[in-house]
């Protein structure tokens, strides 16, 4: 069982980067897939970036490719969301969430989540 522990969130101005880190003992050897997803007070969650363990092959939310880059190193445990050109519409709390089946991957679906970081871009 993995226990995502999201980290590296706070405020930045419109423009700015963040790295959020994802700490998830062992997910490299117990997971087929990680997630970001992010959510903001009455909407719906929306999922952000997702990365295939073994193959490395990540995809991207259309509202952020080309400005965020999910990478993971997996003899730290941890995995990575690079964020480049930050918006206000990004403004959100960012949840890691990881998955062992590949079925359920397949359909964005995800088992085990953290508790969130919040990333608060300013105009």
């Known amino acids: 069982q993995v226990q995502p522990v999201e980290s590296g969130g706070g405020s930045v101005q419109a423009g700015g980067s963040l790295r959020l880190s994802c700490a998830a003992s062992?997910?490299?050897?117990?997971?087929?897939?990680m997630g970001w997803f992010r959510q903001v007070p009455g909407k719906e969650r929306e999922g952000v970036a997702q990365?295939?363990?073994?193959?490395?092959?990540?995809y991207y939310a259309d509202s952020v490719k080309g400005r965020f880059t999910f990478s993971q190193d997996s003899a730290k445990n941890t995995l990575y969301l690079e964020m480049n050109s930050l918006k206000p519409e990004d403004t959100a709390m960012y949840y890691c969430?990881?998955?062992?089946?590949?079925?359920?991957?397949?359909?964005?679906?995800?088992?085990?989540w953290g508790q969130g970081t919040q990333v608060t871009v300013s105009s």
């Open positions: 062992g997910y490299s050897d117990s997971t087929y897939c």
């Open positions: 969430a990881a998955e062992a089946a590949p079925f359920r991957c397949n359909k964005h679906q995800y088992t085990y």
């Open positions: 990365l295939y363990v073994n193959s490395g092959n990540t």
